[in-house]
Structure formats: C-alpha cells, structure tokens
C-alpha cells in the first residue's frame, strides 16, 4: 500500500512563490506516475500537473502552465511542485496522486492519495 504525505503549503502573497514535497513510501517509486490535484472551496477536485516515472514527461494544466514546474526525485521518492506567480484562485487544497500505469491527467485513473496540503495566496 502507497502512502503518500504532502508538505509545503502555507501562505503567501499573490506574486509569490511555494514549493510542494510529496514523500512516497510502500512501493517502488519509480514505478509510479505521480500528479498533483488541487480542491478549492465548493470546486470539484482538478488536475494540475503530472510527471512520468522516469521524470521524463510532464503535463500541466493551462491554468498553470509556466508559473507550476512538477519534478521527482527517485532516490528520494519524493515529488514537487515548484509553484512561482502565484494568484487568488490558486487558493485550494493541493493533493499528491499516484499510479502505476502511463502519466494522465484523469482523476479517477490515480490509485492513491495523499491528505493534502492548504495553499492560500492573498490579494
């Protein structure tokens, strides 16, 4: 069983900047495609980025593309989530995800989670 434990957020002034870390443990990180969600208050959960096993590949949602860079560190099965410019309506819960198959972007093909972490960013 993955378990999956975020850390990072916290609060910041729009324009600013957070790094989100996603540490895995009980099963072969390099196995996984890892992403990340977020949930504002009253929203659906969505995605924001994904990466493939390897690092190799990633996909970013057009929200956050060029301010949002995901990155992995196998040797330490850890997952980030550089987030630079940040907005308002970045506000949300951030959640880590993993699954063994193919980098997506579908909700629902992600196997594991983690509890999240809170962002806020103020006007």
């Known amino acids: 069983q993955v378990q999956l434990v975020e850390s990072g957020g916290g609060l910041v002034q729009a324009g600013g900047s957070l790094r989100l870390s996603c540490a895995s443990s009980g099963r072969t990180f390099s196995g996984d495609s890892m992403a990340w969600f977020r949930q504002a208050p009253g929203k659906e959960r969505e995605f924001v980025a994904a990466v493939s096993r390897r690092g190799g590949t990633t996909v970013y949602a057009d929200s956050v593309k060029g301010r949002f860079t995901i990155s992995r560190d196998n040797a330490k099965n850890t997952v980030y989530l550089q987030m630079n410019s940040l907005k308002p309506e970045d506000t949300a819960v951030y959640y880590c995800?993993?699954?063994?198959?193919?980098?997506?972007?579908?909700?629902?093909?992600?196997?594991?989670w983690g509890q999240g972490t809170q962002v806020t960013v103020s006007s």
């Open positions: 995800a993993s699954r063994t198959g193919v980098t997506g972007t579908v909700l629902y093909d992600y196997e594991s």
